[in-house]
């Protein structure tokens, strides 16, 4: 059992995190005395569809103070109008888990207004499994923990997937043509860390653009990727403006790829800028390290840092090579964004062994070395 940097609110929230997240192993492990309603169990889900009024009867004869966990709520919206009334009555506090907000905006739910948080569960980061970090490992297999409890990590990959597009996709009817978006699934994992061009995987993935528009819109909101959007400014040079998409986790990349064994060291780039906007994100959420993430590109240009991060009017610039030394190359974007207003750090994350501090104040480090130092800073 790993100890999560996750720290909860102290009212009623929503936790929200993809499936394999371990969001219910948290909670039972942070509120012992929880009561639990977990609506994957077709008995309670049958029960209560047909009479939601139940689950309030339920909770009416649960002790007064009681913290109460409703898993998957996404899948009977409904009773969110008890829990609305019981939140009012003051007895209970209510914590409400989902892979999805998607169905809940569906059904016209307002999430409480307001009377409860929202919050997010990430994948693993490096922190929360010390000794057992290893990076080779954590881009091959990923940080679900779903799949590092399993002995056949791959295959508990391949099984993830068919359980999100039996679960998340079809049972919820989120998609009409279930084949297409398998196929655009696959295309779409080639196109991690890449600039979203709609076109081609509507092409490849022969589904209609607004459908693939449709399917990248249904990734976000099961939480299965990202859209990290470029920053605009008002610098001397016009930056694009083109979002890339990111998947939450680098085993699923490689599972929708049908990738298995060693990774194709092609594929080391992406995986890597995957894993540090996973760990940049999940800080960004737990602790409200930063206000936004982007990445920054001129227009017209190949030079572009992975990463900016913003908090007020300070900027951060980080650039990520899977490379074991530092080449003239890797170091462009860095110098090209000195002119950033506001901009206090120019990192390069990088595989190699050695700190180190380069002329125009970049910092090197090993990947292991900067999400030591991102843990640090976000818990001084």
Not at 32 to 58: C, D, I, S, W
Not at 237 to 250: A, G, I, Q
Request: aromatic share 12%; glycine share 6%; proline share 4%.
């Amino acid at each position: 059992m790993y100890d999560r940097i996750f720290t909860p609110p102290k009212q009623s929230f929503f936790l929200f995190g993809p499936r394999g997240s371990g969001k219910s192993t948290l909670l039972k492990e942070l509120f012992p005395g929880a009561h639990f309603f977990n609506l994957l169990m077709e008995r309670k889900f049958r029960t209560y569809l047909v009479n939601p009024e139940q689950f309030y009867n339920e909770v009416q004869a649960i002790e007064a103070g009681t913290w109460i966990v409703v898993d998957e709520i996404q899948r009977l919206p409904e009773l969110l109008n008890y829990v609305h009334q019981l939140i009012e009555e003051k007895k209970w506090k209510f914590i409400l888990t989902g892979s999805s907000a998607r169905k809940l905006r569906r059904a016209g739910v307002n999430l409480l207004a307001g009377r409860a948080l929202t919050k997010a569960l990430f994948p693993f980061v490096p922190f929360e499994i010390q000794d057992d970090f290893d990076l080779n490992k954590c881009l091959r297999y990923g940080l679900l923990p779903l799949v590092l409890a399993e002995q056949d990590p791959e295959e508990t990959l391949r099984s993830y997937l068919d359980t999100y597009l039996k679960q998340e996709i079809k049972e919820e009817a989120l998609v009409k043509n279930l084949a297409g978006f398998s196929r655009f699934l696959a295309i779409a994992a080639i196109y991690h860390g890449q600039s979203l061009n709609v076109s081609n995987i509507s092409r490849e993935a022969e589904v209609s653009r607004t459908t693939v528009q449709g399917f990248f819109e249904i990734l976000e909101d099961t939480l299965i990727g990202y859209r990290l959007n470029a920053f605009t400014s008002k610098l001397r040079v016009r930056e694009t403006k083109h979002p890339k998409f990111y998947f939450f986790d680098s085993g699923v990349v490689r599972a929708l790829k049908n990738q298995s064994g060693e990774i194709d060291p092609n594929d080391t780039g992406s995986l890597l800028e995957g894993f540090i906007l996973h760990t940049l994100r999940a800080y960004q959420s737990y602790h409200k390290a930063f206000d936004e993430i982007f990445y920054w590109q001129p227009a017209d240009s190949n030079t572009e840092v992975d990463f900016l991060i913003k908090k007020g009017s300070q900027f951060w610039a980080i650039e990520v090579k899977a490379t074991t030394k530092v080449r003239p190359q890797d170091l462009k974007g860095l110098h090209a964004i000195s002119d950033l207003k506001g901009l206090q750090k120019k990192i390069l994350v990088y595989t190699g062994k050695e700190k180190q501090r380069l002329k125009n104040d970049i910092e090197v480090m090993p990947v292991a070395d900067f999400c030591n130092f991102l843990h640090k800073l976000n818990r001084a």
